[in-house]
């Protein structure tokens, strides 16, 4: 797994905006390389709003949306449509204003869909479209994500996968159900740590005080199983992208001056 490199930032929006950038940046270079980028989101306060930066920054339009397809690293196993859902939410932020291909969208099962409240078949059906969008040029049962961006939760949480619970210690499937998060709701669809390592780069999200010491925990070498943000990597690169309030518990010789 790649060492972990950091970016602070003075704020949550300059933060924001940055990341937005950067994505940009991201895509369009796969996009010219490959023909098309493969983009993981995430949801809460710092992911939701990465994609508002997005979506009103002036080069969103360098992007071609037909070409990118979208995946997300955990959902809340709630009735399609509803306002606490990750996909909700990112339609509101950013994909209702932007030409995506449908068919290229992959939301997370919801609890009102094809395998109503069994979490653990809607999982598995999960897996699958995983499995059956990964090429052989890819590593295992999951496409080789270009970026797959992670919030990071006060008790280090990333994804669905809560220190101590099941979902952080498998090791095998690509995807799992969640029941009895602390978090609520309880019962959520998640990526595990496996299929998080296949993505070229892993962004670590970051932004308040609330986060710092989650922060200074998961780069102080914890245990993934105590600390799932320690075991997040990308293959290529790892970066935490921090506001100022996020990286303020951090020995100041680990990070770099703040950027703007």
């Not at 070498?221 to 921090?242: D, F, H, K, N």
């Amino acid at each position: 797994m790649s060492t972990p490199q950091l970016v602070v930032h003075h704020d949550k929006e300059l933060m924001a905006q940055a990341a937005a950038a950067r994505l940009i940046t991201k895509i369009v270079d796969a996009q010219a390389s490959r023909g098309y980028a493969s983009v993981v989101l995430t949801g809460g306060r710092n992911g939701n709003g990465l994609l508002a930066a997005l979506a009103a920054a002036p080069a969103r339009d360098a992007i071609d949306w037909g070409r990118l397809d979208l995946w997300w690293g955990d959902e809340r196993f709630l009735p399609e449509g509803d306002a606490e859902r990750n996909v909700t939410q990112a339609r509101e932020a950013l994909l209702d204003s932007v030409p995506l291909d449908p068919k290229r969208v992959h939301a997370m099962p919801a609890s009102d869909g094809p395998w109503g409240a069994d979490v653990d078949a809607a999982a598995a059906s999960y897996a699958e479209e995983l499995a059956r969008a990964a090429g052989p040029e890819n590593h295992g049962a999951v496409p080789t994500f270009d970026v797959l961006m992670l919030g990071v939760g006060p008790d280090t949480h990333v994804a669905s996968l809560f220190p101590e619970l099941p979902a952080v210690r498998e090791t095998e499937r690509t995807v799992v159900g969640v029941r009895g998060a602390p978090k609520p709701p309880p019962t959520r669809v998640t990526l595990t740590l496996p299929a998080i390592r296949a993505a070229r780069e892993v962004w670590l999200l970051a932004a308040g005080e609330d986060k710092a010491g989650a922060a200074a925990i998961a780069l102080s070498g914890a245990g993934e199983i105590q600390a799932p943000a320690a075991g997040a990597a990308g293959r290529s690169r790892t970066l935490w992208l921090l506001d100022a309030a996020a990286a303020s518990r951090l020995p100041r010789s680990l990070y770099p001056p703040a950027s703007p």
